[in-house]
């Protein structure tokens, strides 16, 4: 079955089973292995993208659900890495290991179209899904008020 | 003495009743399985239309309050999960239409149907109970009394109640096919239909504060 699906802005032509997850979708059709995969069962978020707007987790989307829609992954977030929140990143030197970074960076990024100045509430409460082994909570936290322009 | 024999028989038997009362089962209906529900012809025994139609309602709310229908209503902004209603993991919040916050919605994990490999649950259109339909914690009285009330129950009618629990297809209908190895609610769903209808055509009466499923 051909799906047909925007993938940071370029139509891309699927022949798979519809009920193939998102993300093997876009790693092992598509070669675009920024998104991680971490779980398998929507609990990390380290397969976060965005469908249409709205943060889902790839590795339990079925790319059906894709179907004539816009995908943007990690590597479309913006096109010289130079969103607000990818400059904040490297400016703190948020990761550490990064396996779960572009997660948190997709979500993060729907936070602050949603909410431009976000409350540490709202970020704990939309970041709540990104699970971080390493434990940068706290740096995320921060890059994502520095992004957001607020105070430090 | 006579008369103070007379007394504690009448105590006894009042306690009786009211025991009787307190688990909801009117002792003329016979016990079932957890995971059953009575055919609305079973309750043809109960002779008073009133208490006939308070025993429906107590039936019903066996379904509502089984932690399947239950996790999705609850008396707060967290949802629960699994059989012991433990808070949902990862931790969601209501967010201001019941679909979850920004980067948390529901549908970011909950497809429109379970999924097999990854044990997620799905049905079309996944998020929470209004906050005014919250279940956990209440009484089926207080279910009934709820559920009654327009300005709680989402502005239904007793017919689009009715309508509701017999044929709606997504999150009531999940109820029994909850997917992986999840103990659906008790009965049918064509049972549910059958009880809150009967409930309905009895008067819609709700059952004493005390009484419990």
Redesign the interface.
Known sequence: MSITIRVNGTPQQLDVDPEMPLLWALRDVLGLTGTKYGC????C?ACTVHLNG????S????VR?AANAEVVTIEGLSPNAEHPLQKAWVELGVPQCGFCQAGQLM??A??L???PRPTDE?ID???????CRCGTYMRIREAIKRAAGGPQ | MRTLFRVGVFTAMTLAMGSCRSRGVPPSLAPVPDNQLRAVADFSVIADRKARSQALFVEASRVFLHPRCANCHPDGDVPAQGMEMTAHQPPVTRGPDNHGVVGMECAGCHQDRNLVQARVPGAPDWHLAPREMAWVGKTPHQICEQLKDPKRNGGKSLEAIVEHNAHDKALVAWGWSPGHDREPAPGTQEQLGAIVAAWVQTGAECPREEVRR
Request: hydrophobic residues 40%.
């Open positions: 398998g069962e929507a609990l978020g709205q943060v889902v987790r590795c339990v989307t079925p659900r979500t993060a729907a936070l179209k949603k909410h709202q409460q939309s970041m709540a899904g990104n699970l």
